[in-house]
Each structure stands twice: as C-alpha cells, then as structure tokens.
C-alpha cells in the first residue's frame, strides 16, 4: 500500500481565529504522526480569512517543533512570491533543526488574488522563464558550499531538504521532468488536467541526482466517519468555502449543513462537481473502496490527503479512520 500523507491549510472554522486554527494544526500533526502518515505539509495562500497558514515556514517551525519522526514541509511556497535565497534560509533553518525531515514544494502560481499578489510581488510582470531559473537558483543554495563561493543560504548550504514541484497543469509536470524531481498534482482542487500532467511527466522524465525515476504524489480530498451521511454531512463545509471563494467571498470554515443539495444551483453542482471530482467521502468501507480505485486508476506512488472539517475533533476522527483503512489495504495487499 503506497504512503498516505497529510496537506493541512490550518482552516480557520466560523467563530474561531488564527491562533486556535495554528494550534489544531500542531495538534493534528502531532495526531497524524502517531497514526503513522508519512508527510504532513502546509501551504501558502494569502488573504484569504479561512486559511492560517500564510507564513508557512514560521508554521511548520511551530508544527516540528511537536513532533519528532513525520516529514513537514511545504505544499507549496509559491516561489514568484519570494526570492529564492530568503526560501534557502528558511527551509535551511527548518532543515538544521530537523535534519532529514524537511521538504519544499515549489509552485508557481500566487496562492493569493491579485491584489494580494502585487503587494507581495509590487510587479507582476515578471519573464514566464524566471520560475524554472528560481527553482535550479534554490536548489544551488542546498548544495555544499564550493571554495571562493561569494553568496551562501546560511542555514541552508549542505542541508538535505527534499525538493518538489507541485502543479495543476502539465506545465509543473514538464518541469518537474526536466529537472529530475517528485511531482505533486493539486488534483485535490483542480483534477481537469490530472491524467495528461502525470503521462507527460512519466514519459518525459529526466533521472537526476537527487530522483532516478518518476514519483508522484496526488492530493485527494478525503473525509471519513461512521456512516456514509456523516462523511457527507462533514463534507458540506469544504464544498460551501470552495464555492463561497469561486464566487468572489471567500471566508472562515463555514459549519456543516444538512440541505447542502437544496442549496446548490445546477451551476454550482456542476462546478463541485469538475473541481472536487478527487474526493473520497463515506464511511471506512466506501473510503476503502475508493482510494483502491482512485490508486488503480492514477498510478499514483503516494497520496496526499486533505480535509477541511469543521469540527476539530471531528477532523481527528476522520484521519484515525482513515489510517484504520490504510493499515486494512496495507495487510490486504500484504496478503494478495
């Protein structure tokens, strides 16, 4: 059975605040480690009221800093948004204090409107190659500091930080295939182009240094919980935030509802439906059914699972009954 890892964007539900949401995330990842995930990353938006996890470096310090075995890392820094030397010296600081647990997923894309992205960028008007050339620039910081070499990342020169790209199009993938480096595909969000990125980065795939072979991982919504209607109940939340933010109003974590299908129009059914087709919701057995189907279909090497759940406790529940069923796949395919 591949690995299962966790992307949590520290949602901050109704009611509550940043703060608390930083909080269940440590508490969370200190949850997911003891379950046995592999991976446990946090990602970078802006401006949006719903999402803590803006700093994401100062994030996943507080995240590690909990937690002693899981890999933490970032899924992703959209690195337009930064220079490359200030993300080396960050992810070389996490990676000195948590050495071999660190990796960097690089996007290109803003994480942020456009408002958001010109007060962080001031221009946007940037040279469409600059991504690929920041991507090898950062990757040249991690290296062994070379005699007579003028600019160092310090923390960061020599770590052992694990590099990715991440993407929602074919173009991370011809990337990430040309570089030689694990792919990560947000088909959790944005699974239109999902089959066609992952055939393109198999087939063109470029052995380097730090990967001999293709790797991807997916990222699937997944929501479990004693009943197929409680999944679904729970689900309710992420399909409001998803179509409140497509609409122009993104906020907080809205509450579960129980007449979420009243209050669709067939626009938004339609778009719920394009946007969150990745997504495994039920009870322990229809969750099984479905990522055994979603992994035979992609091929994926390991998953990436989400779930903006409300509730926090209710979160919890849903990745312990999730790792019940990985651990029944894992024995099944032991078995087999």
């Known amino acids: 059975m591949i690995p299962l890892s966790v992307l949590d964007l520290s949602p901050v539900p109704e009611g509550s605040n940043p703060g608390q949401a930083l909080r269940n995330s440590a508490d969370l990842a200190r949850h997911a480690e003891s379950l046995g995930f592999a991976r446990y990353w946090m990602a970078e938006h802006h401006n949006m009221p719903g999402i803590a996890s803006a700093a994401t470096a100062v994030a996943l310090a507080h995240v590690a800093a909990g937690t002693s075995r899981i890999r933490i890392g970032a899924g992703g820094i959209m690195l337009p948004n930064h220079a490359p030397l200030i993300i080396a010296e960050q992810f070389g600081t996490l990676a000195a204090l948590h050495p071999g647990r660190v990796d960097l997923g690089l996007g290109r894309a803003p994480g942020s409107d456009q408002i958001a992205a010109r007060a962080m960028r001031r221009n946007l008007t940037a040279d469409v ?9 950062l990757m040249d910081y991690f290296r062994p500091v070379e005699p007579g070499q003028a600019l160092r990342a310090v923390p960061g020169a020599g770590e052992a930080v694990e590099v990715w790209i991440l993407g929602s199009s074919t173009y991370g993938a011809q990337l990430a295939a040309a570089l030689g480096l694990p792919y990560a595909f947000a088909s959790h969000f944005a699974p239109e182009q999902m089959h066609d990125a992952l055939a393109i980065y198999r087939e063109r795939f470029r052995p380097s240094e730090r990967l001999a072979a293709p790797h991807v991982m997916l990222g699937v919504n997944v929501f479990v919980a004693d009943t197929d209607a409680e999944a679904a109940r729970l689900f309710t ?8 933010s497509r609409r122009g109003r993104p906020g907080q974590l809205p509450p579960p509802v129980d007449d979420m299908d009243s209050r669709l129009d067939g626009h938004g059914r339609a778009m719920l439906a394009d946007a969150l087709a990745c997504s495994v919701v039920g009870a322990p057995d229809t969750v099984r059914r479905g990522l055994a189907a979603f992994i035979a279909a992609t091929g994926a090497d390991e998953l990436m699972v989400t779930a903006q759940i409300f509730d926090h406790e209710a979160r919890k529940r849903s990745f312990a009954l999730l790792a019940g069923v990985h651990r029944a796949m894992a024995a099944e395919a032991g078995a087999g």
């Open 129 to 137: 190659n600059q991504f690929p050339r920041d991507v090898i620039e």
């Open 237 to 244: 939340s992420l399909q409001q935030a998803f179509l409140n």
